[in-house]
């Protein structure tokens, strides 16, 4: 179907009928209030909570910066101690990566990407809740230890063997350790609910060659968080499991290893590098042809850097461990990617500059700061091609020079384009413009601040000055170069306070900002009134990449809701699915409402982990099962719902179906997403077994007699025959067949039972011990992840045989039942390689 | 198959740099294993090259499919109309860019155990 530009005439008496539909939508989408205000589970009140307590983080952790430039002022300072400097840095570090710039490309999408797909809202609205509830708890818990003189201070990478000794590290570690993971789920949930959201929720006709940037970038780099925090997570369990119960996995004296951590770390945190800057460059993407005032140039261009650099940035890990001793050949590898990347990266800088070339530029805040944005970011890229030759790191590795390359390319690549995000769409969020004065002021004290603190300290590198050094004796050359770094500090700090005074200051006399204040094509710029909660009046069909430049008449006749879902007839949430290529309308897809569930269900789940941070054992373990729980309340009460009636009029003359399973339910998609994630952590498991088999002559070692053969092979069997029982049970309830669908259901959960006890067994009955060896350890991380894993299956298993006997799981209403079949394919696969591996490796090694 | 189809997607897409980070996974990997049990040069050389020599055949075959895709060229972009056969020649053109890249950057990887004497 190829939608018509051309909207049906609607007869001009209909006024009294339009104004029911938009008292409807009103109704609808109507934002909770007073005690309530926190059951809010809409995009537009999510994002703004999510962006506002990212930024919160943000001057906290500059806050901790400015500290430490007061400390490094002078020669000799005494004004912190060292361990409160350790943790000064290991602080701000993390809070500036895993609490701001992190979460803020999710806020911000949150915030503007449905408006952008014209779409009501993400098709996940709780699950954006739940991520900001859980990235609250987590963030709050970390920042807020230093208020304890309890914070981590091994630095923001962790390293063992000195953030693995309780002694030498305190309780901070697991802080840090714990908080993060619980940060890193709300990351995953956030991709999840942002691919599915760009692939399945466009407007129709979007085609995929007619997205906005922004929507390329997002897609992207949900992609890359499924592939780089998984690794992470794998890397924290191995961590949390040395610190907690002694397993030596980074402990060389029993088989373990340090560089372990550094490989999970590093595969995770340099494409999280990428996972900043992307989100941020899709923000000039949008404002170059804003203010250039023409369609972008080498739109194809852009796909292939995002693309390209998506997937290079995987292959840069280990330049951020250039001088710990690996094969010159490796680092061969790692450097020729490094170089690699500059390549996607330049092409986008490129493009831009093309774009501006070629247009009537208008010059204004936004433009100042993605002018600023590309400056900066161009010179740390430069210095980014130095560092990423071996020899030279070997150099500058962990000197001041280091320092300045990565605050080049994050304050370039990231917090300017972010600011210049900021002035760009606060009308549209605020409905008032920020001060064209001040963000003059902001910007050239930011700018000339962030050079004067930044700059000098290349020279400090290169003089010798290490990272990371509390103080410094006089006379060593680094005295003045410090002092101008300091003064730049407050500089910068000081265009930041404008800023912020700005964002903040009351605007209630100031006049509304005009609909679409910069003249901009793409969709976002609809909305007109922010106190509308319905985000768009009626959902356009798409026949061009700027909609508002080309498509004539468009956007009155949104406000007139002559196009689809200009009504909500059932008092429902609404929202459009289409397909992934052409965005062919296919579904009219149920949103839940809001609701306090998402919430409860992440401070009892965030309960469990702060527990066990304090080892609160059976504190932990009632939290954790009441969040599950808790969760299993949410899901069914709230998902997967029976509509009233098979299909509905979805406007513009167009019958749709209001339920959808398999491939074709957003549901479906986002299990896939979760698993490709939960995939990757379970490679990088598996990776640890055979990086230890690599560094070992010997492995598995002369004492280890387990795990034997029978237990895994059996278990392997098991649970491939409860994963078959699952493919039986969704053929009979595709043919109707109600009993044999619960009786290979039970008989499912029985095998998935024994399997997973099976797996437990096998070390169990061999005699692994997990403190004795690293191989004993990490045999035994397998066979519980995999476990777990048919545990959780079991719960849904379960969850679907109670659906089966209260009539919500029959044979057209299939979602839960399809949902977990393909839960099971991974599951399956878990078992199968972890028994695989763990049973036949050490015949071949 | 993501070769010899008629019609481009995201799978298509995304095939180029995927040949790319598997065979960089490939090359790591290899180099890992073989300079951790005893450094065989030639063989890590000889494995490196067949991964190379493949992986620059695959991204070939899904350049030429692109090229096809994107009408061989016979229409300029910006490929920004409503239509089936802009967004195909879309995904073409895009699939044929990130082929360049993905090809150039085998080779670049590729490079290190020829230029690097040994394990050291």
Redesign the interface.
């Known amino acids: 179907m190829?939608p018509k530009a051309a909207a049906p005439k609607a007869p001009a008496s209909d006024a009294r009928r339009r104004k029911g539909q938009e008292d409807r939508l009103r109704a609808v989408w109507e934002n909770a209030t007073g005690w309530r205000y926190f059951s809010n589970c809409n995009n537009q009140v999510v994002g703004l909570w999510y962006t506002g307590a990212s930024f919160f983080f943000f001057l906290f952790a500059g806050v901790l910066a400015l500290i430490m430039r007061t400390q490094l002022a002078v020669p000799d300072n005494n004004l912190v101690s060292a361990d409160f400097y350790n943790q000064l840095y290991t602080l701000h570090g993390t809070v500036m990566m895993f609490l701001f710039a992190v979460p803020i490309f999710e806020a911000v999408a949150i915030l503007i990407l449905p408006q952008m797909l014209a779409a009501r809202d993400l098709p996940f609205p709780r699950l954006s809740a739940f991520g900001f509830w859980c990235f609250i708890i987590g963030g709050v818990f970390v920042a807020g230890s230093i208020f304890f003189h309890a914070a981590p201070s091994s630095g923001w990478f962790m390293y063992p063997p000195l953030a693995t000794d309780p002694k030498l590290s305190g309780i901070g570690a697991d802080i840090w350790l714990l908080g993060l993971s619980f940060i890193e789920i709300a990351s995953i949930a956030a991709a999840v609910e942002l691919i599915v959201g760009v692939l399945k929720c466009r407007a129709p006709?979007m085609?995929?060659?007619?997205m906005p940037l922004y929507c390329w970038y997002v897609l992207i780099v949900g992609g890359m968080i499924l592939f780089a925090f998984p690794p992470l997570i794998a890397g924290d369990i191995l961590f949390e499991m040395q610190r907690l119960f002694d397993w030596p996995f980074f402990d060389p004296t029993r088989g373990g290893d340090p560089v372990l951590w550094q490989h999970l770390f590093w595969i995770f945190g340099h494409p999280e590098v990428y996972i900043i800057f992307l989100p941020s460059i899709a923000l000039l993407a949008m404002i170059v042809p804003t203010f250039a005032q023409r369609?972008i140039l080498?739109?194809?261009?852009i796909?292939?850097a995002a693309?390209?650099t998506?997937?290079?940035s995987?292959?840069l890990w280990a330049h951020h461990m250039f001088t710990i001793g690996l094969?010159?050949?490796?680092?061969?590898?790692f450097?020729?990617?490094s170089?690699?990347v500059a390549?996607?990266t330049g092409v986008q800088i490129f493009v831009f500059v093309a774009t501006l070339l070629a247009g009537r530029v208008v010059f204004s805040i936004p433009m100042l700061f993605a002018t600023g944005a590309l400056a900066i970011f161009v010179f740390g890229g430069l210095t980014g091609v130095m560092v990423a030759l071996a020899p030279f790191d070997w150099q500058a590795h962990d000197s001041y020079f280091i320092v300045a390359h990565l605050h080049y390319t994050l304050i370039g690549g990231m917090f300017f384009p972010l600011v210049a995000g900021v002035y760009y769409f606060y009308p549209f969020v605020m409905g008032k413009m920020l001060s064209g004065r001040l963000g003059r002021w902001a910007f050239w004290l930011m700018f000339s601040g962030f050079n004067i603190a930044f700059l000098p300290m290349h020279i400090t590198g290169l003089r010798g000055m290490p990272r990371r050094v509390f103080t410094y004796p006089e006379g060593l050359g680094w005295d003045v170069l410090n002092l101008v770094s300091t003064l730049g500090a407050f500089t910068m700090a000081a265009g930041v306070l404008v800023f912020v005074f700005d964002v903040l200051r009351p605007k209630g006399k100031a006049p509304a900002a005009p609909r679409n204040p910069w003249k901009a094509g793409t969709l976002e710029w609809v909305a007109g009134d922010p106190s509308e909660p319905w985000g768009i009046r009626s959902v356009p069909p798409?026949?061009?990449?700027y909609p508002l430049w080309d498509q004539k008449d468009i956007v009155q006749h949104i406000d007139e809701g002559r196009y689809y879902l200009p009504d909500a007839q059932e008092m429902k949430r609404e929202t459009l699915v289409t397909d992934?290529?052409?965005a062919v309308p296919l579904q009219v897809l149920r949103v839940s409402g809001n609701s306090f569930k998402p919430m409860i269900a992440a401070f009892l789940i965030g309960g469990s982990f702060i527990a066990a941070t304090f080892h609160w054992w059976i504190v932990g373990l009632i939290s954790g099962v009441l969040g599950i729980a808790a969760i299993m309340v949410w899901l069914w009460t709230g998902t997967a719902q029976i509509p009233e009636k098979p299909a509905k009029d979805a406007g513009m003359g167009l019958e749709l179906p209001l339920y959808a399973s398999g491939s074709a339910s957003v549901g479906w998609w986002a299990m896939f997403i979760t698993m490709v994630g939960d995939g990757t952590a379970f490679a990088s498991l598996i990776f640890g077994y055979f990086f230890f088999w690599?560094?070992h002559a010997d492995f598995p070692p002369a004492h280890a007699m387990g795990p034997g053969l029978i237990y895994p092979l059996s278990a392997a069997a098991i649970s491939f025959a409860a994963w078959a029982l699952m493919l039986v049970a969704r053929r009979a309830n595709n043919a109707g067949r109600t009993g044999a669908l619960r009786l290979a259901l039970a008989a499912s959960i029985v095998l998935a039972l024994g399997g997973g006890a099976l797996l437990l067994l096998g070390p169990w009955m061999t005699g692994l011990e997990p403190t004795r060896h690293v191989y004993d350890a990490i045999v035994w991380v397998l066979v519980i992840w995999a476990a777990l894993h048919n545990a959780v299956g079991v719960l849904m298993q379960g969850y679907c045989l109670a659906g089966s006997f209260a009539g919500r799981l029959t044979t057209e209403h299939d979602i839960d039942l399809l949902n977990v079949v393909l839960y099971w394919h991974f599951a399956a696969i878990t078992a199968v390689v972890t028994a695989l591996v763990i049973a036949l490796f050490p015949l071949a090694a | 198959m993501m070769l010899w189809r008629d019609k481009a997607?995201?799978w298509t897409?995304?095939l180029p740099?995927?040949v790319?980070?598997l065979h960089?996974l490939f090359?790591?990997v290899a180099?890992?294993?073989i300079?951790?049990?005893g450094g065989y040069m030639a063989g890590?050389r000889l494995s490196v090259g067949i991964a190379t020599v493949l992986a620059l055949a695959l991204i070939l075959a899904s350049g030429v499919q692109a090229h096809r895709h994107w009408g061989f060229g016979s229409d300029m972009?910006?490929?920004?109309q409503?239509t089936?056969e802009?967004?195909q020649?879309?995904?073409g053109?895009?699939t044929l860019?990130?082929c360049a890249?993905?090809f150039?950057?085998v080779i670049?990887?590729a490079?290190?155990?020829f230029?690097?004497a040994d394990?050291?």
């Open positions: 190829s006709g085609r995929i060659n007619m369609p080498g739109y194809g261009w796909v292939l693309v390209g998506g997937f290079l995987f292959g094969p010159a050949i490796s680092l061969g590898f450097s020729a990617a170089e690699a390549i996607p798409i026949t061009s990449r992934v290529l052409d690599t560094i | 997607n995201l897409l995304i740099p995927t790319w980070a960089f090359c790591y180099t890992a294993v300079c951790a049990k890590l972009p910006p490929h920004d409503a089936d802009d967004r020649r879309f995904l053109l895009a860019l990130v890249l993905s150039v950057s670049f990887v490079l290190p155990p230029l690097v394990c050291r």
